[in-house]
């Protein structure tokens, strides 16, 4: 094996020292800047991803109050509305219920006055129907021409007043 014979180690050194200068120039001057500013590049993009993720996060918090104040704002609204809602149905009720009641009242009064007339209407002529009944009867039993007519309905009246 020519790598093991002693008489071409010079050469072989000197080829080596040679090829690993050339190779080492090469490597710093062309292939390391090249990574190095590949790496350096994903740094600062790596750097200002995280910069715009911050960024995003502290918008995003933000909103979130926001939002979360708006909410809250919203159900205070909410709540207002609601409550002068009922209040305003409330009275609009109550002004309905005395309404109704009054239109009622008014109902059962024209109901009693109705039914006090009807009343004295009828206890009004309580007194001709029975006298017209006591005639009759006792025109059924005495006979029409035995009695006076006048007579009859003026005692008629008496007993029923007494």
């Known amino acids: 094996m020519p790598q093991l014979d ?4 010079p050469s072989q050194i000197i080829w080596l020292f040679i090829t690993f200068t050339a190779l080492y120039i090469i490597m710093a ?12 590049l994903r740094r600062d993009i790596i750097a200002r991803d995280l910069e715009e993720a911050e960024h995003f996060k502290d918008e995003s918090e933000k909103a979130e109050i926001e939002y979360e104040s708006l909410i809250k704002e919203a159900h205070s609204k909410s709540n207002v509305i609601i409550k002068e809602t009922k209040e305003k149905l409330s009275l609009q009720f109550e002004k309905e219920k005395k309404k109704v009641e009054e239109d009622n009242s008014k109902k059962i009064i024209e109901a009693e006055s109705k039914i006090l007339n009807a ?5 009004s002529q309580i007194d001709s129907i029975a006298t017209d009944i006591s005639k ?3 025109e059924k039993l005495v006979g029409s021409k035995g009695l006076k007519v006048n007579n009859i309905e003026d005692n008629i009246k008496l007993t029923i007043n007494n």
């Open 119 to 123: 009343k004295n209407n009828a206890l």
């Open 29 to 40: 001057k062309i292939a390391l800047p090249k990574l190095a500013n590949a790496i350096e």
């Open 6 to 9: 002693f008489l071409t180690f």
């Open 136 to 138: 009759t009867i006792v």
